[in-house]
């Protein structure tokens, strides 16, 4: 049982290259999530799913795309790399649990630079 | 506007020390309130999550607190370890915010334990 997994771990582009994400989970959770991180700032939330087949934005998501690949599997694409994307992108996965507690869990993040 | 404030942004303890770390909020409707631990390069770790109704929860060497009267929470850490080391993320949950969920991220307290 391996929860969240990102690749890669770490990626330096240029800018205008394009690239995408991967996050998958093992536990079977519906909802699934990609957020940025950058020093001095919460976790921004960029695009979710709330199950297969579906995606919506969120706080954050321009100069992003998501796909929703199957009920395991939710990637993100960057398709011109801006310095200003140059974050640590993390995936979580989440599912209710009881009444209105969910648990959320994160995966291992993606250091990106963009040059 | 809901937010999530946290103090102090760091704090340096000696091992073996307590130490309590805050969090106020103006988030509403609420539902509830997790703190989870962020190590250096890693995603974040859940620690406890408190729904209203709740004033105290622990786990292990962890405890938090939650006054939803004055809209504030605290996490405390006793006989603290290096291992403690990371930053502390506080984050609110608003009510019937459907998949997204509406989380909302506090900048996190980064603590340091010296030996």
């Known amino acids: 049982n391996a929860g969240v997994t990102q690749t890669p771990k770490f990626q330096v582009l240029k800018t205008g290259q394009s690239m995408t994400l991967q996050c998958a989970q093992d536990m079977n959770h519906n909802s699934m999530y990609w957020y940025r991180q950058d020093p001095g700032m919460g976790l921004r939330l960029i695009y979710y799913s709330a199950s297969e087949g579906t995606t919506d934005k969120g706080e954050v998501p321009n100069g992003y795309n998501v796909s929703r690949l199957n009920k395991r599997e939710f990637s993100l694409r960057l398709e011109s790399a801006a310095p200003s994307q140059t974050s640590v992108y993390f995936c979580?996965?989440?599912?209710?649990?009881?009444?209105?507690?969910?648990?959320?869990?994160f995966g291992p993040g993606t250091r990106l630079t963009v040059l | 506007k809901n937010q999530v404030e946290q103090s102090p942004q760091s704090l340096i303890i000696l091992e073996g020390k307590n130490c309590t770390l805050q969090c106020n909020y103006t988030v509403s409707p609420f539902s509830n309130l997790r703190w989870y631990k962020q190590d250096t390069g890693r995603g974040p770790v859940s620690l406890t999550i408190?729904?209203?109704?709740?004033n105290t929860k622990s786990n292990g060497r962890y405890t938090a607190t939650l006054d939803a009267d004055t809209k504030q929470s605290s996490l405390h850490i006793t006989a603290s370890q290096l291992s403690d080391s990371a930053s502390y993320i506080c984050v609110v949950s608003a009510i019937d915010a459907g998949s997204q969920g509406n989380l909302i991220f506090g900048k996190g307290t980064k603590l340091s334990v010296k030996p």
């Open positions: 408190m729904t209203f109704s709740e």
């Open positions: 979580a996965s989440r599912e209710r649990t009881s009444g209105s507690i969910d648990e959320q869990f």
